[in-house]
């Protein structure tokens, strides 16, 4: 008798089975429960933007304006070290292909979003004072804001770092957050403005970013916020911050202890490289010990909905001669100031590339004049992959779409979400306009929705109906 071929009814008699229904269906169920726990702890990238710079100032310093004065300094700044694009270009070593635009897209952010985030510092930026001094900045600081917020003048993210939670600390931290919040909220009728935030810094123990949280609730409750309104940030600038107590990766537990407030985790590049015992000369963005560190950071927060940053290049762009008495500069002094300042923004401009390289796209800045190479290495690094990213992510989509269509299984929309997100960080910040995302084959709408999810849902509708 000639075998049957694969695949013939009859055969399925001969099939074998040790696991019944019933037996497969108890098996599974602690998976639905292991399944459940994983989309709670890693829902995923946040779909939220995020800025691609931290700007730190002394609180007793910042005026409801002072977004305003960055801008007028940077461009200063720009126009004075790089009067042009080849100038810019040879200073940074730009690729001269993308040098016209860079520098036009520059100016152009310089002149209408140069300062996206804000941290008005009672920390390392405002050093310890006598408590009434204090009590007074925290309250004058927060009028400051409320008055930006009214007239429209705050950059789109903004918060306050408060000292850290240390024995001799704690009492004062507390104190600083609930008369600045107490006073801007009484101010602003209890809102917010957007992208509000508090940073806490030198964290050792996750107990320190609890009684934070606590603190933060209860004067949500107190002005009719809704819960979690107040968020949270948190330094990782100690080695504790990375290794707990008992040896495991600290970040997790410090996530969790901050009950879903904490928005992002930035790197303290000079506090923990010098907590690693580095001396000063070697303390870097680029140190391997930062880039062990944003590792673990990375990989400890992939998923999670935390976003991450690096920290700051502390080395600023100032010119080595001032003119005195209403003077001028010599021909050499001020060839000497220009090649000082690029060789300064030379420094800044590979720290930001050598960040983004690492998938961090946020870091911070101190000094007006580093907001020029901020923009100019963050945008150069997007316009670089622009055509091929372009490319990728049109047949991605047809390709994903297609499959939709068919009733297949397109499993991949992580890489989809990963190739969107490039395009919005490129947009949010200016490194593309809106016409070039017609390149993609989406449209600004689809672009918009900020979720790859959704624009295969969205097409699959369409051709449904088609």
């Not at 970040?251 to 790197?267: E, N």
């Not at 923004?345 to 961090?360: K, P």
């Not at 997100?421 to 672009?447: K, S």
Request: glycine share 8%; charged share 20%; net charge positive.
């Amino acid at each position: 008798t000639p075998a049957r071929p694969f695949g013939d009814p009859l055969s399925m008699k001969s099939v074998k089975r040790t696991l019944s229904p019933a037996a497969t269906k108890g098996l599974l169920r602690p998976l639905a429960r292991a399944w459940k726990k994983y989309v709670q702890t890693f829902p995923g990238d946040s779909e939220d933007r995020q800025p691609v710079h931290s700007v730190y100032g002394g609180a007793h310093l910042f005026k409801s304006d002072t977004a305003k004065k960055f801008s007028d300094l940077s461009l200063k700044a720009l126009r004075e070290s790089a009067p042009g694009p080849a100038v810019l270009a040879s200073a940074l070593h730009l690729d001269p292909r993308l040098a016209d635009t860079v520098y036009n897209r520059v100016v152009h952010k310089l002149e209408t979003e140069a300062v996206e985030d804000f941290r008005l510092d009672f920390e390392d930026g405002y050093g310890n004072r006598p408590d009434a001094e204090e009590d007074a900045h925290a309250a004058s600081a927060a009028l400051e804001v409320a008055e930006g917020y009214a007239a429209k003048t705050l950059p789109p993210f903004i918060g306050i770092r408060i000292k850290p939670l240390t024995a001799e600390l704690a009492a004062r931290s507390l104190r600083t957050t609930d008369i600045f919040l107490s006073t801007l909220l009484a101010r602003t009728r209890n809102r917010l403005p957007d992208g509000f935030v508090v940073t806490l810094p030198k964290i050792v123990a996750p107990e320190q970013v609890a009684i934070t949280a606590k603190a933060l609730g209860a004067i949500e409750k107190a002005h009719r916020l809704g819960p979690g309104a107040l968020r949270m940030e948190s330094l990782v600038e100690t080695t504790p911050s990375v290794f707990g107590h008992a040896g495991g990766v600290a970040l997790p537990d410090l996530i969790r202890a901050g009950a879903g407030r904490i928005r992002g985790a930035h790197l303290g590049t000079y506090d923990y490289t010098a907590g690693c015992n580095i001396t000063a000369q070697y303390q870097s963005m680029t140190h391997p010990a930062c880039d062990f560190a944003k590792h673990v950071m990375q990989v400890s927060l992939a998923g999670t909905g935390v976003t991450i940053s690096d920290g700051a290049t502390n080395v600023m762009p100032v010119s080595p001669h001032r003119a005195k008495g209403g003077g001028t500069l010599t021909a050499t002094e001020e060839a000497e100031n220009r090649e000082a300042i690029h060789r300064v923004w030379r420094l800044h401009y590979e720290h930001v590339r050598h960040s983004l390289r690492q998938g961090f796209y946020q870091g911070w800045d101190l000094h007006p004049g580093q907001l020029p190479t901020r923009y100019a290495a963050v945008y150069a690094f997007f316009l670089e992959g622009l055509e091929a990213s372009s490319s990728r992510l049109r047949n991605f989509v047809e390709r994903a779409a297609q499959a939709t269509l068919q009733g297949e299984v397109f499993d991949d929309a992580a890489t989809g979400q990963g190739l969107l997100n490039y395009f919005l960080r490129a947009l949010n910040c200016g490194a593309i306009g809106l016409g070039e995302i017609e390149a993609t084959g989406l449209t600004i709408a689809e672009i918009q929705t900020r979720s790859f999810a959704q624009i295969l849902k969205g097409r699959r509708k369409v051709g449904s109906r088609s």
